[in-house]
């Protein structure tokens, strides 16, 4: 303790303090460096907030360099600040050469900049799910699934063309691009449990997917939360577009819409008027009634 108070005291009470100030202020130099320290601790989170935040305290540790060499001409003052110049100038290199390396085909890029960088995905975890994932085209008129005979041991997220959802050869709805294929099977079974799709699923034009085997996603999953979770909200808004996607052409007779958010209260007010093939569907067709 004494030592301690001793050190203290040699440091603050017995250093010489400052008699007279300088009158003039230092050169351009070290102001542009204490600008560039301000406006590079104000950088964000991520890879390119990373590469603004060392790319101007870099600049700005250089400028610090220069001053030390040229104004102050201290040694000691220009060695760190030297230093700390090439280290970040290296993580600067190093963080670019992250970025340039994560490449996608085509498919992924689009899909990227429409889907998951609205909802602030960074391109590394962006990876790890299409590193999962097959890119796979669908010819027109050709089935992505039959009903009562394909399994469900997929998950699908179109990226270009129109597929058009039936069920006993009646049309349901169409699935646009960047829609699941299907999410509603998905949701509706269990990891362990398996089954087979109620309805058919086939191209109207020319398609292009994007494919997660179901085995491959949910070992994902186990592995990364973050990316259950992401997946979890995606496949529940999917889910809810299809919903109400199918509300729009349900009736169960004149003047009279079926709302899938009261179908009791229809059941009671009309019970005289006979359901249509499609509303029966509907109220038995488990993927598409349950969330």
């Not at 250093?15 to 460096?33: D, F, M, N, R, S």
């Not at 292009?208 to 592995?223: E, G, I, P």
């Not at 997946?231 to 999917?238: A, E, Q």
């Not at 109400?244 to 009261?262: M, S």
Request: charged share 20%; with cysteine.
């Amino acid at each position: 303790m004494e030592r301690n108070s001793s050190l203290w005291k040699n440091l603050i009470d017995e250093h010489p303090v400052c008699t007279t100030w300088k009158q003039e202020a230092e050169g351009a130099i070290y102001h542009l460096a204490s600008i560039l320290f301000v406006v590079g601790f104000m950088g964000g989170s991520g890879f390119f907030g990373l590469l603004y935040v060392f790319s101007l305290l870099g600049l700005g540790f250089l400028c610090s360099a220069v001053w030390a060499w040229v104004d102050v001409c201290a040694a000691d003052i220009f060695s760190w600040n030297f230093v700390l110049f090439v280290i970040c100038f290296m993580q600067f290199v190093h963080i670019a050469y992250q970025v340039r390396s994560i490449t996608f085909a085509r498919e992924f890029q689009v899909l990227y900049s429409s889907l998951f960088q609205p909802l602030g995905i960074s391109l590394p975890v962006f990876r790890m799910i299409a590193l999962s994932s097959e890119v796979v085209t669908l010819e027109k008129e050709h089935c992505y699934a039959m009903q009562g005979k394909t399994s469900i041991d997929k998950l699908s997220l179109l990226v270009s063309g129109r597929i058009r959802v039936t069920v006993d050869g009646e049309f349901l709805h169409y699935i646009f691009p960047f829609q699941f294929l299907d999410s509603p099977e998905w949701d509706s079974l269990r990891p362990t449990e398996e089954g087979l799709f109620q309805v058919t699923l086939t191209a109207e034009t020319d398609c292009r997917y994007v494919s997660w085997r179901r085995k491959k996603l949910y070992l994902l999953f186990a592995q990364h939360r973050y990316i259950s979770r992401l997946f979890s909200v995606l496949i529940g808004s999917d889910i809810a577009d299809k919903l109400y996607a199918l509300n729009d052409r349900v009736y169960i007779g004149k003047r009279y819409h079926y709302d899938i958010r009261l179908p009791n209260f229809y059941q009671m007010s009309s019970p005289e008027i006979r359901r249509s093939p499609l509303t029966q569907h509907f109220r038995n067709s488990r993927p598409y009634c349950e969330i």
